[in-house]
């Protein structure tokens, strides 16, 4: 890559703050992040950032043409399916180099009794037969999206997201706002003091989210663990920042 080329990071993960201050470093890129405002107080990567959506992929491929943006890491969250398939389409339009950085899933160990389901509308609708009844309790950790899928299930449940959610929320309901990384202890503790039925998550891999699976495995809660949602096609894919930096420089 020759001096200062623009590299454009998709970010709002650990991943993506994680390559945007490898990027940082070197003296031939320009970096700069990209975040969706999603969140209201987003840990900042190092480097240049911008804020807010580009206007799908139409203005997306617009703005990689006017920032003369060399090469796009596509380092958002596995479940971000509509940027990660706008960035493909904007690539391909535009002839910018694209690499997509996807952190392995998870995957289930001995102990574990976990339910796989294709979306968090599938999450829902199978919930009930995994809950005692009345009286059934539910620690949901899908983030805000989606909750409207859960009223319709008779269970008290305690979500858990970043921001407060909105939109429709089941009746019985207790928000826990915290972010992550979370430690083991914790999440031990809250396990201990919900004592759910179920718990709810997406695939999202990765070690931040993770030690609530060990707390569920160890307390024998079953756990429904909602698939990701499939890359575009014929994306280049790498599983850690090195190597999706190594390729994406060698573009
Ligand atoms: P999404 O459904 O794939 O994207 C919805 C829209 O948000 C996109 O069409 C785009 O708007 C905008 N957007 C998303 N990511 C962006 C980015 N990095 N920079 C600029 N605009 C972005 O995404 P989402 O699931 O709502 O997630 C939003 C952000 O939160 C992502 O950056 C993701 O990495 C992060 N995140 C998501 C999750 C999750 O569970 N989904 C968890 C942790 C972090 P335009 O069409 O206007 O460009």
Redesign the pocket.
């Known amino acids: 890559m020759s001096v200062s080329r623009t590299v454009l990071v998709?970010?709002?993960?650990t991943e993506?703050r994680a390559a945007a201050a490898a990027l940082a470093g070197r003296d031939d890129v320009r970096v700069v992040s990209?975040?969706?405002?999603?969140?209201r107080s987003p840990a900042l990567p190092e480097g240049e950032v911008?804020?807010?959506?580009?206007?799908?992929?139409d203005?997306?491929a617009a703005h990689l043409q006017a920032e003369r943006v060399a090469a796009v890491l596509d380092?958002?969250?596995?479940?971000?399916?509509?940027?990660?398939?706008?960035a493909a389409v904007a690539c391909a339009r535009t002839g910018v180099p694209l690499v997509v950085l996807r952190r392995p899933g998870w995957s289930p160990g001995p102990g574990d009794r976990w339910h796989r389901v294709g979306s968090v509308a599938a999450a829902a609708a199978g919930l009930s037969a995994l809950l005692p009844g009345a009286g059934g309790r539910v620690l949901l950790t899908?983030?805000r999206?989606g909750l409207g899928h859960f009223t319709r299930v008779d269970a008290a449940f305690w979500i858990r997201a970043v921001d407060p959610p909105d939109g429709p929320l089941p009746a019985r309901h207790t928000v826990l706002l915290d972010r992550g990384p979370f430690a083991l202890d914790d999440e031990r503790a809250l396990l201990s003091t919900v004592d759910p039925h179920v718990l709810v998550t997406?695939d999202?891999g990765g070690t931040a989210t993770a030690p609530k699976l060990t707390a569920a495995r160890e307390r024998g809660v079953p756990v429904v663990v909602v698939d990701r949602p499939p890359l575009p096609a014929g994306v280049a894919v790498e599983s850690t920042v090195h190597a999706a930096l190594t390729r994406l420089l060698r573009e």
């Open positions: 998709l970010g709002g993960t993506g990209s975040l969706a405002g999603a969140v911008r804020i807010g959506g580009f206007g799908g992929a203005g997306l380092a958002t969250h596995p479940f971000a399916a509509t940027m990660t398939a706008n899908t983030g999206g997406k999202s």
